[in-house]
Nanobody, 126 residues
Framework: QVQLVESGGGSVQAGGSLRLSCTAL????????MGWFRQAPGKEREEIAR???????AYDSSVKGRFTASKDNAKNTLYLQTNRLKVEDSAMYYCAAGSFRCTGTGMLGRAVYHFWGQGTQVTVSS
């Protein structure tokens, strides 16, 4: 069982930046696919970024060029650097993980992920 602990959300003005963190606790395997989702009130939870098993990344078009996913393997921590934030980026952000190898640039969707963080709120004001 993997426990995901997130941090780093907050309130920021449009154009600002935040760095979200997600630490995977109690994971001892070698294959872990990790992604970032967000869910705004009244909307579906959508996948926005993923760190593939080979270290490559994949992004949804809504965040590509502004958000960057990375990982510190020594700390088992996934990061999401969010830059040039927009009001429409306001949402609860979730970290997700699955015990499988993932590749490619397309979004996989929430069904393939087994473990979820508690979420961290990002609020962007104009």
């Amino acid at each position: 069982q993997v426990q995901l602990v997130e941090s780093g959300g907050g309130s920021v003005q449009a154009g600002g930046s935040l760095r979200l963190s997600c630490t995977a606790l109690r994971y001892t395997g070698s294959n872990l696919c990790m992604g970032w989702f967000r869910q705004a009130p009244g909307k579906e939870r959508e996948e926005i970024a993923r760190l593939n098993s080979d270290g490559s990344t994949a992004y949804d078009s809504s965040v590509k060029g502004r958000f960057t996913a990375s990982k510190d393997n020594a700390k088992n921590t996934l990061y999401l650097q969010t830059n040039r934030l927009k009001v429409e980026d306001s949402a609860m952000y979730y970290c997700a993980a699955g015990s499988f190898r993932c590749t490619g640039t397309g979004m996989l969707g929430r069904a393939v992920y087994h473990f979820w963080g508690q979420g961290t709120q990002v609020t962007v004001s104009s």
